[in-house]
């Protein structure tokens, strides 16, 4: 499919670095345990701890809703869990893109109910306008239109991950435009 381009390497590296600096700032002088989503969240997650100036503890969960679509089913599954308790620690849960907001919504649920002394949640990109539940991340990098996006983690039908930006995958004609939330 062809591509079109979104998120420059530089730019995502921007929104990481003030990402990092307001979570660094917002739990000083506490141990984090960060959360990542796989499989798209990695790439991110990886930049982000990286660039963390405080004590973190790494940990992944799977969950799953889109299969080879562009579109999610609704129906999150969690394939992989945390292996950490979490009882009593500061959780960041890191994460590719938010559209729909249902597999993040479901999946913060499961996990508060471990009884962590925090859980917020961070994500590089914010697509609020296929949003079907209430939910406003924590952490938000870049907000972006109702457009599919491939690249730095993000796939379609496993493809693109390895890219070092994000781009559009051509579809119909759509808005374009990319807002920095930040």
């Known amino acids: 499919m062809p591509l079109e381009p979104a998120l420059s390497a530089e730019r995502i590296a921007d929104a990481v ?79 590719d893109i938010v559209d729909t907001g249902l597999s993040i919504a479901w999946l913060k649920e499961r996990l508060s109910r471990r009884e962590p002394a925090s859980l917020a949640f961070c994500v590089l990109l914010d697509k609020p306008a296929r949003r079907r539940v209430e939910l406003r991340p924590e952490y938000v990098g870049v907000e972006i239109p109702d457009r599919f996006v491939v690249g730095y983690g993000m796939d379609h039908a496993e493809r693109y991950r390895e890219l070092p930006y994000v781009a559009y995958l051509i579809e119909d004609s759509e808005p374009t435009g990319v807002r920095d939330h930040l």
Do not use: N
């Open 17 to 95: 670095a003030r990402l990092a600096e307001r979570i660094s700032a917002d739990y000083a002088g506490k141990e984090l345990l960060v959360v990542g989503v796989l499989k798209g969240g990695w790439m991110f997650m990886a930049d982000l701890v990286r660039r963390l100036t405080l004590p973190v503890r790494c940990e992944f969960v799977r969950v799953s809703s889109y299969g080879d679509a562009t579109q999610s089913s609704g129906e999150p599954q969690l394939l992989f869990d945390v292996e950490t308790p979490l009882a009593g620690r500061h959780v960041l849960l890191v994460d």
